[in-house]
């Protein structure tokens, strides 16, 4: 399977709730970014936490990092209507090559108003 | 200041023909990347330039893909003698080159449909 799996690969909510959603990789990274698409054109750039970070906040979104299980999780607090899009996480590799993004099939978001 | 443009925002062409697709990266970004994105997928990497360093173009799928950068502007990908299969959203995206961790910044995407 491929590095940076999302887990669910969907997900539906009502507004106001809370949003979870997981991330997996298999090799050592430098780096896990989170990045959300609307309507499969232009990512954009959420969060970016580093290997030896274990959390990170910005705004609603609460973002966890643990090497040990290689895995992250993003946590959007209070959803809204407007949160309804795909979101993707993607690790970059160690030494030469962590320029090179390597991205999830995503987690399809919708929240219900 | 201005984001990431791509152009043409849609394309359609019969098999068999040569598409050019362009992209404007933010200035000053030194790294620019191509990705494909299938319908339902997430992005698969298909190469990097980074200032006047040879580019990564291990991601290509095949040797109908090529792509060009002019010093750290403009970029080029041409995929010749189009095939079904490449019908997808090719996403260009730029970035600083940064010691250690950056984001990378996406264009709208060009959808490319093959008939």
């Known amino acids: 399977s491929q590095q940076g799996e999302e887990d669910p690969q969907a997900l539906s909510i009502q507004e106001g709730e809370n949003a979870t959603m997981n991330c997996s990789y298999k090799?050592?990274?430098?780096?896990l970014q989170w990045y959300r698409q609307n309507s499969g054109r232009g990512l954009v750039h959420l969060i970016l936490?580093?290997?030896?970070?274990r959390e990170k906040h910005s705004g609603r979104l609460r973002v966890t990092l643990d090497t040990s299980k290689k895995s992250s999780s993003l946590l959007i607090t209070a959803s809204r209507a407007a949160d309804t899009a795909s979101y993707f996480c993607?690790?970059?590799?160690?030494?030469?090559?962590?320029?090179?993004?390597?991205f999830g099939k995503g987690t399809l978001l919708t929240v219900n108003p | 200041g201005a984001g990431v443009s791509q152009s043409p925002s849609n394309k359609v062409t019969e098999k068999g023909k040569d598409v050019e697709l362009r992209c404007d990266p933010i200035?000053?970004?030194?790294?620019l990347y191509w990705y494909r994105q299938r319908l339902g997928q997430g992005l698969e990497f298909l190469i990097y330039?980074?200032?006047?360093?040879?580019?990564?173009k291990s991601g290509l799928p095949s040797d109908r893909f090529s792509a060009e950068r002019t010093g750290e502007s403009v970029s080029t990908l041409t995929i010749q003698r189009t095939q079904q299969e490449d019908s997808a959203v090719y996403l260009c995206?730029?970035?600083?080159?940064?010691?250690?961790?950056?984001?990378?910044?996406f264009g709208p995407g060009t959808r490319l449909t093959v008939t």
């Open positions: 995206a730029s970035s600083l080159r940064l010691a250690n961790g950056y984001e990378q910044y």
């Open positions: 090799t050592s990274i430098n780096n």
């Open positions: 936490i580093r290997s030896n970070e």
């Open positions: 993607a690790t970059d590799g160690r030494g030469g090559s962590n320029y090179k993004l390597t």
């Open positions: 200035s000053g970004h030194t790294a």
């Open positions: 330039f980074q200032g006047n360093s040879a580019p990564d």
